[in-house]
């Protein structure tokens, strides 16, 4: 794609703001976008998206958990409700299954499910399949999940898994879910060993299964509270059901509450600010070392620059890559 191709950031930002699917569709396109001209665009356009309405609107919802628990399924559970409910969702699956017993991806059925996908304009899903990059999740999510924000209510990021993908999803979301399977041992060892950081909300899916996910919720109910609390959130664990449709609803009064919690405290802002930096810092890391870091002062003078209020941190970013690129090329 040459530049003259590329869309106008501040046009594409209006639209954006409208919720217009095509420029929903082509703002990630960009996002996703590697070449130099498409990277200042995007810089331009999560700029251009960042107002106060980013910083403190809406609720980004990582849902993360091990592989069958249901992730998808109950996502596309919460769709359904969150839509009667009126409220607008976006959502990015960073790691739809490929399994081919179920037909190239679960993420594809639960579209079946929702059959009203593609015409309901107050959703929209996409999936960036093969994204956990070396057991982590792509860079690209963050400024993905940031598009959204801008123009539904409730964006959610479900990625599959523990330990590393676990770990990066807690630097994107506001809340995370994790679900938990049923009769599995795994989430127990995991919050144990401090494999898994304690997600805010925990959702033991397949209650229809009966007693063995009562036993699974009650001894996370047990084990959650050894770790050593954060703050005054209570870590709820919620039964609930996918495909029996139960416990939805008690499951999104508690992210409404969590949401709540962390605005009362004045940590929505913190947080997302504080997601924002380590998102500047890994891009940076990622694609020049710690070398390239030490190029333009460090990790204290980059986090320095980035918490001058009056610079937009995407745009910080790109400055800070070209100061880094021009370094390089006059070391050479
Ligand atoms: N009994 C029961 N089965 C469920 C429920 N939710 C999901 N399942 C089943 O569990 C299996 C896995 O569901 P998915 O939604 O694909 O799980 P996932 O966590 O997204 O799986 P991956 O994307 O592969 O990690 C499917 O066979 C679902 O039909 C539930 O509430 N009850
Ligand atoms: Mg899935």
Same mark, same amino acid.
């Given at each position: 794609m040459t530049q003259a191709q590329l869309p106008d950031p501040e046009q594409l930002a209006v639209r954006i703001l409208r919720r217009e699917r095509a420029a929903v569709a082509s703002g990630l396109n960009l996002l996703d976008n590697k070449l130099a001209a498409a990277r200042q665009r995007s810089a331009g356009l999560l700029a251009a998206l960042s107002g106060e309405r980013a910083l403190n609107d809406g609720h980004l919802i990582g849902v993360t958990g091990p592989p069958g628990a249901g992730k998808s399924s109950l996502v596309s559970a919460m769709i359904r409700e969150w839509r009667l409910a009126g409220r607008t969702v976006g959502v990015l699956a960073?790691?739809?299954?490929? /399994?081919?017993?179920?037909g190239g991806g679960a993420l594809l059925g639960d579209r079946i499910r929702i059959k009203n996908a593609a015409y309901d304009e107050g959703l929209f899903i996409r999936s960036l399949a093969n994204r956990n990059q070396l057991g982590g999740v792509a860079t690209e999510v963050w400024p993905m999940s940031w598009l959204m924000l801008a123009c539904f209510d409730i964006v959610v990021v479900e990625t599959v898994g523990v330990g590393q993908t676990e770990i990066d999803i807690a630097e994107i979301g506001d809340t995370i879910c994790y679900v938990a399977q049923p009769a599995s041992g795994d989430t127990i060892q995991y919050l144990k060993s401090g494999?898994?950081?304690?997600?805010d909300v925990f959702a033991v899916n397949?209650?229809?299964?009966g007693a063995p996910a009562h036993k699974t919720a009650s001894e996370i109910s047990r084990s959650a509270? /050894?770790?050593?609390?954060?703050?005054?959130?209570?870590?709820p664990v919620c039964l609930v059901s996918a495909t029996m449709n139960t416990g939805i609803q008690q499951l999104h009064a508690h992210f409404d509450r969590h949401r709540s919690f962390l605005a009362a405290a004045g940590l929505l802002g913190k947080l997302r600010a504080r997601h924002q930096s380590a998102w500047v810092v890994r891009v940076l890391k990622e694609e020049f070392g710690t070398f390239g870091i030490e190029l333009v002062g460090g990790y204290a003078e980059i986090g320095r620059r980035l918490n001058?209020?009056?610079?937009n941190q995407f745009e910080e970013c790109e400055r800070l890559r070209q100061q880094i690129i021009s370094r390089f090329k006059s070391s050479d």
């Amino acid at each position: 794609m040459t530049q003259a191709q590329l869309p106008d950031p501040e046009q594409l930002a209006v639209r954006i703001l409208r919720r217009e699917r095509a420029a929903v569709a082509s703002g990630l396109n960009l996002l996703d976008n590697k070449l130099a001209a498409a990277r200042q665009r995007s810089a331009g356009l999560l700029a251009a998206l960042s107002g106060e309405r980013a910083l403190n609107d809406g609720h980004l919802i990582g849902v993360t958990g091990p592989p069958g628990a249901g992730k998808s399924s109950l996502v596309s559970a919460m769709i359904r409700e969150w839509r009667l409910a009126g409220r607008t969702v976006g959502v990015l699956a960073v790691d739809p299954s490929s /399994r081919p017993e179920l037909g190239g991806g679960a993420l594809l059925g639960d579209r079946i499910r929702i059959k009203n996908a593609a015409y309901d304009e107050g959703l929209f899903i996409r999936s960036l399949a093969n994204r956990n990059q070396l057991g982590g999740v792509a860079t690209e999510v963050w400024p993905m999940s940031w598009l959204m924000l801008a123009c539904f209510d409730i964006v959610v990021v479900e990625t599959v898994g523990v330990g590393q993908t676990e770990i990066d999803i807690a630097e994107i979301g506001d809340t995370i879910c994790y679900v938990a399977q049923p009769a599995s041992g795994d989430t127990i060892q995991y919050l144990k060993s401090g494999i898994i950081e304690i997600p805010d909300v925990f959702a033991v899916n397949k209650s229809d299964l009966g007693a063995p996910a009562h036993k699974t919720a009650s001894e996370i109910s047990r084990s959650a509270p /050894r770790q050593d609390r954060r703050d005054d959130w209570d870590y709820p664990v919620c039964l609930v059901s996918a495909t029996m449709n139960t416990g939805i609803q008690q499951l999104h009064a508690h992210f409404d509450r969590h949401r709540s919690f962390l605005a009362a405290a004045g940590l929505l802002g913190k947080l997302r600010a504080r997601h924002q930096s380590a998102w500047v810092v890994r891009v940076l890391k990622e694609e020049f070392g710690t070398f390239g870091i030490e190029l333009v002062g460090g990790y204290a003078e980059i986090g320095r620059r980035l918490n001058e209020t009056s610079t937009n941190q995407f745009e910080e970013c790109e400055r800070l890559r070209q100061q880094i690129i021009s370094r390089f090329k006059s070391s050479d």
